[in-house]
């Protein structure tokens, strides 16, 4: 049994819905970030549940790898075919197949994209929370436990979904979770599929909470004279529980590419986004509130917005900010990576990490979702210099053990994929082999996404089709 078998096995059930073509094969092999394009040896196209659920079980019975596709739009290498396969691109199971306004919930397939999501509830009154910035699937976003910049206010995947349709290894569906808002019935199985990164099985159907749109929104962004000054802004608001829906930071050097990039004049310092959602009194006294606390921590050039324009072009520079990096270099890549601390220490990470990285001579500027002391660094490498990636990688590091130290985590939001991989033990000790149980007891021959999460012990040998 090979990896080409399995191939030919799944032919007669999808047709022209599986490719071969090397087009598509370099598509699901590509990643946002600096790891080798990693194609894999097919791309099975599923329209239902019935046919994810042959398509495992025939990979299965033939030890064929299989990944999970989303949108691709991952940091951390998740959904590389590292021991080549097959991989499942969920892009034709994209419907809304329910809402239910009176519950405030709906009920979705993997494949569908959040701004997708978004139109189809824009008649509701209802949204759907969490925004991670890419227009990501639903099923990535709960494979990798997503969250973003409204997540200081309404949760992250994890505390979003309430339950999922799952395909396991063996080809098996099964149901996790209910409609109802909460269950004291057995293990949480919603949660341990949520950010396994397709490792235990593949998401077919999720049912996600939903929230009414707010009364009033107002936006935000201000100047300060240092990272710190911004940093303890973030941290005084967080502990006198003023609600904020989203409060984010980006460096001086972010701020000149948004200027590059979006035509803005923003000064080149470091600078806080926000938001608050709520009555309209209710965002009068909480914008009051934290403009007394920006004040008296130096911020200037506050510019405020009610305007629905105004606020979702402010979001849109901060989800492009990545792009907005990399466009001021051309030819350059990204290492993209973050981590998550006490808000109480984050000044502190903060500010070692800017000093690192001046120290280290590259590039590399920092913004994240500070209200929930998570911040990320985007360490620009040039390709042609391999000294670049292993100095970006080496900060990388840094960053990570200074996030454990400090009682914190290795990533906050882009997940452990291939780059993360590798502080799985330090942060979660025994833990780790606990995990790579529940990984052989529900895929004992370790044909989903191998070579993620678990140690290396739980993936096949690469077997390609050749």
């Given amino acids: 049994m090979t990896i080409q078998s399995a191939i030919d096995a799944l032919k007669p059930l999808l047709g022209q819905r599986l490719s071969t073509s090397k087009s598509d094969l370099d598509l699901h092999g590509q990643n946002e970030s600096y790891f080798d394009p990693t194609p894999p040896d097919a791309v099975a196209y599923p329209e239902s549940t019935a046919e994810v659920s042959e398509i495992v079980r025939t990979c299965a019975e033939h ?15 998740h959904a590389l075919a590292v021991a080549g396969g097959v991989a499942v691109d969920f892009s034709r199971m ?52 997503a969250s973003g910049t409204t997540a200081v206010r309404y949760g992250t995947m994890r505390d979003n979904v309430l339950g999922l349709e799952v395909v396991l290894a063996d080809g098996t569906v099964i149901r996790t979770g209910t409609r109802a808002r909460k269950s004291a ?85 470091p600078h806080l986004m926000l938001e608050f959602h709520g009555s309209e009194t209710g965002v009068k006294e909480d914008a009051e509130r934290f403009g007394e606390v920006a004040g008296e921590l130096g911020a ?75 911040f990320h660094a985007t360490l620009v490498v040039d390709p042609a210099k391999p000294e670049d990636l292993k100095t970006a990688k080496a900060l990388a590091h840094r960053m990570t053990e200074r996030a454990l130290a400090m009682g914190g985590t290795a990533t906050g939001e882009h997940g452990v994929g291939i780059g993360k991989k590798g502080y799985m033990e330090a942060e979660h000790g025994a833990g780790w082999a606990v995990m790579a ?16 999460i678990v140690p290396d012990s739980a993936a096949p040998s690469k077997t390609r089709a050749s």
């Avoid at 030890?63 to 290498?77: K, R």
Wanted: glycine share 12%.
């Fill in 300 to 374: 200037t050039g506050f510019r405020w917005s009610d305007k629905s324009e105004d606020r979702n072009r402010l979001w849109r520079m901060r989800h492009d900010a990545y792009y907005a990096i990399i466009a001021a270099h051309p030819g350059k890549r990204a290492v993209a990576t973050d981590i998550c601390v006490p808000i109480s220490r984050l000044a502190e990470a903060v500010t070692e990490t800017q000093a690192d990285i001046a120290e280290s001579g590259l590039y590399g500027p920092l913004l994240g979702h500070v209200g929930d002391g998570n």
């Fill in 437 to 452: 149980r529940l990984k052989q007891a529900l895929d004992p021959q370790g044909i989903l996404n191998p070579g993620k």
């Fill in 63 to 77: 030890g064929c790898p299989v990944i999970g596709w989303g949108a691709g739009t991952s940091l951390e290498g």
């Fill in 94 to 145: 994209n419907r809304v197949l329910a809402v239910n306004p009176e519950d405030m919930d709906c009920i979705v397939q993997p494949g569908i994209t959040r701004r997708a999501l978004a139109e189809e509830l824009r008649a509701t009154g209802l949204f759907f929370s969490v925004d991670p910035g890419a227009d990501a699937t639903l099923g990535g976003m709960a494979a990798t436990r």
């Fill in 185 to 269: 019935s057995g293990y949480d199985l919603t949660a341990l599929f949520l950010g396994s990164e397709g490792t235990l099985g593949l998401i077919t159907e999720l049912t996600l909470k939903l929230r009414g749109q707010p009364e009033a929104i107002s936006s935000a962004v201000c100047a300060f004279p240092t990272i710190a000054d911004a940093v303890n802004t973030v941290i005084a608001t967080i502990q006198m529980g003023i609600p904020m829906a989203r409060i984010e930071f980006v460096d001086a050097e972010v701020a000149r590419c948004f200027n590059g990039h979006a035509g803005t004049d923003f000064p080149e310092a």
